[in-house]
């Protein structure tokens, strides 16, 4: 198998002893994650492809990259968190992603609630938690991300919205080291999941703030837009948005397009 395709032995060498299992092709690496939690899977470990053929996103849609073009992996979480406290795995996700990448990319990481990473004003990564309960108990988090590495998209409808790792920094990217890397900050950071610190760090990263925004949050049978001033986040995650008629909405879930 060509180098720039990871295996077995790559990951081994890159994880050390990190549980993990490895797919060439998959539909979705979460929901491999998902199985594997309820099967006993121990925190910190983690599922890797190299192809995602039915990757999911927010609201249902699809992430889907060309084998070698991309990290996709889904770590398997055990937190000890109330569920108003959830977003705040993706907060661990965020951060620990866009505090590798600015290793490799000083000044051009930022990041656009609620859960993407961009690079250079381009989405680069995307987050998505999952959480499986047993009633009312949480059971685990599985904590999707795709981070797009070496895939090109000019010439494509992404062009203008999307770019990678490689487009950026002109630089070669080994994948099972960035994994390596990225699941060292996750870790760090989930031990620190309910200190102000998390918040804090992951507010200090948001583009958004301080931005006249489209908020559109997910109705019950339509969707609602919403324009305004993103002020600022709350101790949840949520967005603080200040209207046209002064009084602030919060919103807790949707996603938000710049104005400017």
Known sequence: MPDEFLSEARLKAALGERPFRFHEQVGSTNDLAQRWALDGAPAGAVVVAEEQVAGRGRFGRTWLAPAGTALLFSVILRPQIRAERLARL???????VAETVMGMAPGQVRLKWPNDVWLAGHKVAGILPEAIWL????QAIVLGIGVNVSMDFAGTALADSATSIETVTGQHVDRAALLAAILGRIDAWTARLEEPALLETWRGWLATLGRRVTATAPGEQIDEQISGEALD???SGALLLRVDDGSVRRIVSGEVTLAD
């Open 135 to 138: 009633g009312s108990d949480l």
């Open 233 to 235: 986040v709350d101790d």
């Open 90 to 96: 993706t907060m661990v996700g965020a951060v620990a």
